[in-house]
T-cell receptor, first 115, second 114 residues
Framework: DADVTQTPRNRITKTGKRIMLECSQT?????MYWYRQDPGLGLQLIYY???????NKGEISDGYSVSRQAQAKFSLSLESAIPNQTALYFC??????????????FGPGTRLTVL | AQSVTQLGSHVSVSEGALVLLRCNYS??????LFWYVQYPNQGLQLLLK??????LVKGINGFEAEFKKSETSFHLTKPSAHMSDAAEYFC????????????FGAGTRLFVKA
């Protein structure tokens, strides 16, 4: 079984709808991240959490919110989806033990389309 | 501020040829640099990382990268390309902002021709 799982893998929704993307991990890591990938832009950090009680905004948090329900679960919500939020979304985890050289472990991604 | 620039959004090589993917960083302090690979329909996975222990870093699948401070570069190479190397490659730098956030480059897609 995969260490970092994301559900759903694909989602098509309409403008204005609320949508939640979920991430679960079995690696026992404290740190979790949500990224957005757009062609030609690489990955941009939306939110990150260093433990259950610590949540921080990333570069592009506007229009998004997150919830860290447990060490293993980190959800990303779009309160009112808009077409320019169409993208590939990745969840990632890291142990937080190696400081700046921490390796991140990525889920398979969720492809979201907002019509 | 720290950032990373990948030169060339697409690189095409023949099978068996040298692979060279370029990455330059800007940093006011010693950087921590990574290369990640993304195969089709998968998440990113670590290829290698520079931790200041050695300037030549060897990674998985025959890839290596050399940290050159004078050139502010961390280019990724592989002597002989294989069809299975076709993927997107991301250079990344970690920012020391108290939480060690990672900034990713825009990515370089590698095509391998038979």
């Amino acid at each position: 079984d995969a260490d970092v799982t994301q559900t759903p893998r694909n989602r098509i929704t309409k403008t204005g709808k609320r949508i939640m993307l979920e991430c679960s991990q079995t690696k026992g890591h404290d740190r979790m991240y949500w990224y957005r990938q757009d062609p030609g832009l690489g990955l941009q950090l939306i939110y990150y959490s260093f433990d259950v009680k610590d949540i921080n905004k990333g570069e592009i948090s506007d229009g998004y919110s997150v919830s860290r329900q447990a060490q293993a679960k980190f959800s990303l919500s779009l309160e009112s989806a808009i077409p320019n939020q169409t993208a590939l979304y990745f969840c990632a985890t890291s142990a937080g033990l190696a400081g700046p050289t921490d390796t991140q472990y990525f889920g398979p991604g969720t492809r979201l389309t907002v019509l | 501020a720290q950032s990373v620039t990948q030169l060339g959004s697409h690189v095409s090589v023949s099978e068996g040829a040298l692979v060279l993917l370029r990455c330059n960083y800007s940093s006011s302090v010693p950087p921590y640099l990574f290369w990640y690979v993304q195969y089709p329909n998968q998440g990113l996975q670590l290829l290698l990382k520079y931790t200041s222990a050695a300037t030549l870093v060897k990674g998985i699948n025959g890839f290596e990268a050399e940290f050159k401070k004078s050139e502010t570069s961390f280019h990724l190479t592989k002597p002989s390309a294989h069809m299975s190397d076709a993927a997107e490659y991301f250079c990344a730098v970690t920012l020391n902002t108290g939480g060690f956030k990672t900034i990713f480059g825009a990515g370089t897609r590698l095509f391998v021709k038979a």
